[in-house]
């Protein structure tokens, strides 16, 4: 099983605050996805990256960025969080099997965003 | 592309009673399935996968799951609920190399004692 932290867990800020939620992965897994989840609702993907220097937008628009500077490392970053950005995020990472196409990501414990 | 559906949104069982939630699922080639389990306030746990082979899948935590192509499903089993089972489930599919994985609308499990 991957290991896989966001931080903070929690976080409450106030609007027009720029934030940045933490994702590490230890396993050195070249795929990392950022997906978010509103209550009772399924996940959407918003980026995701195959490797250092690569990012791309995912299904869900979103006014958040990425960066993959690092293998274990994919912060997003909200420039300026509004109450419309307040939900969970989880950071997810994956690993390929014996042959490259079998895919399984491995999810973070999220991040609980709260923009007052 | 590929789609999930989980018909039931909300379950409820007797603990000790049988479970079993169900998937759907749309996808022209043969996909890569998985149920995962999201306690309240975490993250999503990985059960179980089907990739190829045995169409009989065991998971952790005395979960099981069963490919049938001929009906597009992956309905996830468990003979025994127990109490800590309450969870939200979700089924995904993926079809491998850059295709990106899609989860399904999540069934929340009720345990009642």
């Known amino acids: 099983e991957a290991d896989i932290y966001q931080t903070p867990r929690y976080l409450v800020i106030g609007t027009g605050k720029k934030i940045t939620l933490e994702c590490s992965q230890t396993m050195g897994h070249d795929k990392m996805y950022w997906y978010q989840q509103d209550p009772g609702m399924e996940l959407h993907l918003i980026h995701y990256s195959y490797g250092v220097n690569s990012t791309e937008k995912g299904d869900l628009s979103s006014e958040s960025t990425v960066s993959r500077i690092r293998t274990e490392h994919f912060p997003l970053t909200l420039e300026s969080a509004r109450p419309s950005h307040t939900s969970q995020y989880l950071c997810?990472?994956?690993?390929?099997?014996?042959?490259?196409?079998?895919?399984?990501?491995?999810f973070g414990p999220g991040t609980r965003l709260l923009v007052l | 592309a590929q789609s999930v559906t989980q018909p039931d949104i909300h379950i409820t069982v007797s603990e000790g009673a049988s479970l079993e939630l169900r998937c759907n699922y749309s996808y022209g080639a043969t996909p890569y399935l998985f149920w995962y389990v999201q306690s309240p306030g975490q993250g999503l746990q990985l059960l179980l996968k089907y990739f190829s082979g045995d169409t009989l899948v065991q998971g952790i935590k005395g979960f099981e799951a069963e490919f049938k192509r001929s009906q597009s499903s992956f309905n996830l089993r468990k003979p025994s609920v127990h109490w800590s089972d309450a969870a939200e489930y979700f089924c995904a599919v993926g079809a491998g190399g850059y295709q990106k994985v899609t989860f399904g609308t999540g069934t929340k499990l009720q345990v009642i004692p």
């Open positions: 997810a990472s994956s690993e390929e099997g014996r042959l490259n196409f079998q895919e399984t990501q491995y």
